[in-house]
């Protein structure tokens, strides 16, 4: 699993500490605290958890568990935030239509 996250249909501010989302198509406003702002800048669609957990390290000089980074990953996926491995925001189903067209 790379994990990559959602900004499509997005309003991003960094406040402070704190990283305000608003999802324009929910219309909900979602707050992640420093440390899932830092997770969640990091889900680029190239890093594993592994990854980012180690960089996560080293930038805030403290433990950050597995279990932290999958925990932030779960609440992600619950709002919204990440993009599913099968939707891709779309690209995988045009790969879909364009391999069903070629047959």
């Keep these: 699993m790379l994990p990559r996250a959602r900004k499509k249909?997005?309003?991003i501010?960094?406040?402070g500490n704190e990283l305000l989302i608003y999802d324009c198509l929910k219309n909900e406003g979602i707050s992640l605290n420093?440390?899932?702002?830092?997770?969640?800048?990091?889900?680029?669609g190239l890093k594993s958890p592994w990854q980012?957990?180690?960089?996560?390290?080293?930038v805030l000089?403290?433990?950050?568990t597995e279990e932290m980074?999958?925990?932030a990953f779960s609440q992600f996926r619950d709002k919204g935030l990440l993009i599913d491995e099968l939707d891709n925001e779309g690209a995988a189903n045009d790969d879909l239509t364009k391999e069903?067209?070629?047959?």
């Design 34 to 44: 420093q440390t899932s702002a830092l997770i969640w800048s990091k889900c680029d």
């Design 69 to 71: 980074i999958w925990l």
């Design 61 to 64: 000089n403290m433990v950050i």
């Design 13 to 15: 501010e960094s406040v």
């Design 9 to 11: 249909n997005l309003l």
């Design 52 to 58: 980012i957990q180690k960089e996560l390290c080293s």
């Design 100 to 103: 069903i067209q070629a047959a």
